[in-house]
């Protein structure tokens, strides 16, 4: 059974969206390894600041079918099918890892490479998977994290209230 991490965002009532995903990442996959939350400030755009986070999950399913559960979750979310890349948003749920598996098939990317681009992305995956080797870099998460540029980084870990009630 491959594990998987999903990378979450949100910049619109994130305090709602984020806590609702976690739940319903849970019914659909269960139990759920949880990094801390990041406030990161926006990327690519003049918006609010995002809350993002990694989940690591095992499942029985193919690729497809998790990403396909993934964008019905964002839908469920207020997420439109239509939104742009570098945008305000209710909810962006990425399969970002999945087992060793490496995929491009249209927008399905595994390896995302978000993971080695943005620090909201990178730094939560090296706290819950420090050892995991990327499957095409054959480097952990940790060094990676560690070689990362943080000139300029914007984000910070924070607890928010919400978190120990999931």
Same mark, same amino acid.
């Given at each position: 059974?491959?594990?998987? =991490?999903?990378? +979450?965002?949100?910049? +619109?009532?994130?305090?709602?969206? *984020?806590?609702?995903? +976690?739940?319903? $990442?849970?019914?659909?996959?269960? @139990?759920?390894?949880?990094?801390?939350? =990041?406030?990161?400030?926006?990327?690519?755009?003049?918006?609010?600041?995002?809350?993002? $986070?990694?989940?690591?999950?095992?499942?029985?399913?193919?690729?497809?079918?998790?990403?396909?559960?993934?964008?019905? +979750?964002?839908?469920?979310?207020?997420?439109?099918?239509?939104?742009?890349?570098?945008?305000?948003?209710? $909810?962006?749920?990425?399969?970002?890892? =999945?087992?060793?598996?490496?995929?491009?098939?249209?927008?399905?990317?595994?390896?995302?490479?978000?993971?080695?681009?943005?620090?909201?992305?990178? @730094?939560?995956?090296? @706290?819950?998977?420090?050892?995991?080797?990327?499957?095409?870099?054959?480097?952990?998460?940790?060094?990676?994290?560690?070689?990362?540029?943080? %000139?300029?980084?914007?984000?910070?870990? *924070? %607890?928010?209230?919400? $978190?120990?009630?999931?």
């Amino acid at each position: 059974m491959p594990t998987g =991490y999903i990378s +979450i965002g949100s910049n +619109i009532q994130r305090d709602q969206h *984020i806590p609702s995903s +976690i739940k319903a $990442l849970k019914q659909h996959f269960g @139990e759920l390894t949880l990094s801390s939350v =990041y406030e990161s400030a926006a990327v690519g755009f003049a918006g609010d600041a995002f809350y993002n $986070l990694i989940v690591g999950f095992n499942a029985d399913l193919p690729a497809k079918a998790v990403a396909k559960r993934l964008r019905d +979750i964002e839908l469920d979310h207020g997420r439109t099918r239509n939104s742009q890349k570098f945008s305000a948003r209710t $909810l962006d749920l990425d399969l970002i890892l =999945y087992g060793d598996l490496v995929l491009s098939d249209g927008r399905l990317q595994i390896p995302r490479d978000e993971i080695e681009k943005y620090a909201f992305v990178l @730094e939560p995956l090296a @706290e819950i998977a420090p050892t995991l080797q990327h499957p095409v870099k054959h480097i952990d998460y940790a060094t990676l994290w560690r070689l990362f540029n943080k %000139t300029d980084l914007h984000q910070q870990r *924070i %607890t928010p209230d919400w $978190l120990s009630t999931i």
